[in-house]
């Protein structure tokens, strides 16, 4: 079982940073794909950065330049640093662990997730 808790969230102003956390319980950390993902009301769960336990990482196309990811296996930690928000960057963001992650966009093989931040961007 590995439970993950988000924070970092908060309102920022476009152009704004943040630096959004993932802490993430348990032994096995480093054996886990891990990744974020964000959601707006009404719509699915976006994928937005993974990192493999390989080191691989992946962005999304829409945060490519402006979000970097990367994961502290000694302190079970996942980071995204955010830069450079945009209005349309606003959702929660949750974090997300697997074991098992052929496809690291797609949602469905994550087991585990956390509660969620809230980022809001304003214009």
């Known amino acids: 079982q590995v439970q993950l808790d988000e924070s970092g969230g908060g309102l920022v102003q476009a152009g704004g940073s943040l630096r959004l956390s993932c802490a993430a319980s348990?032994?096995?950390?480093?054996?886990?794909?891990m990744a974020w993902f964000r959601q707006v009301p009404g719509k699915e769960r976006e994928f937005v950065a993974g990192i493999r336990p390989s080191g691989n990482i992946y962005y999304s196309d829409s945060v490519k330049g402006r979000f970097t990811i990367s994961r502290d296996n000694a302190k079970n930690t996942m980071v995204l640093q955010v830069n450079s928000l945009k209005p349309e960057d606003t959702a929660v963001y949750f974090c997300?662990?697997?074991?098992?992650?052929?496809?690291?966009?797609?949602?469905?093989?994550?087991?585990?997730w956390g509660q969620g931040t809230q980022v809001t961007v304003s214009s």
């Open positions: 348990g032994p096995t950390f480093s054996t886990y794909v």
């Open positions: 997300g662990a697997g074991a098992d992650v052929p496809l690291i966009f797609s949602a469905k093989k994550y087991l585990y």
